[in-house]
């Protein structure tokens, strides 16, 4: 299982981005996907987690409101688009498989995720 997530890029607070997590040799569909973050010098946060079966989102209270995740089965590709971003967005981005119903999100066992790739970086900034 590998995950490569893009799309980052350099953005003015309060603008928005749309990161992609896409999968190569296998279906998303039975995955739920988790996304998280690390800038540098903190720990890993996670984002956002998406499962397999209902659509269920779970979002952090800092990007509460602001991130929305999202499937699109036919380009095996899940979203994460983010609006009214912050300086403190900035990190570099990744997605993972997680169990299906956001377990590891949602226990904060980042550990346990599998799959995550190189990442895609993110920077908020004027």
């Known amino acids: 299982v590998q995950l490569q997530a893009s799309g980052g890029g350099l953005v003015q607070p309060g603008g928005s981005l749309r990161l992609s997590c896409a999968a190569s040799?296998?279906?998303?569909?039975?995955?739920?996907i988790t996304w998280f973050r690390q800038a540098p010098g903190k720990e890993r946060e996670g984002v956002s987690c998406i499962d397999a079966s209902d659509g269920i989102t779970y979002y952090a209270d800092s990007v509460k409101g602001r991130f929305t995740s999202y499937r699109d089965t036919g380009k095996n590709t899940v979203y994460l688009r983010m609006t009214s971003l912050k300086p403190e967005d900035s990190a570099v981005y990744y997605c993972a498989t997680d169990s299906t119903t956001c377990t590891f999100y949602n226990n904060h066992d980042y550990e346990a995720l599998d799959g995550w790739g190189q990442g895609t970086l993110v920077t908020v900034s004027s």
């Open positions: 040799g296998f279906t998303l569909d039975y995955y739920a």
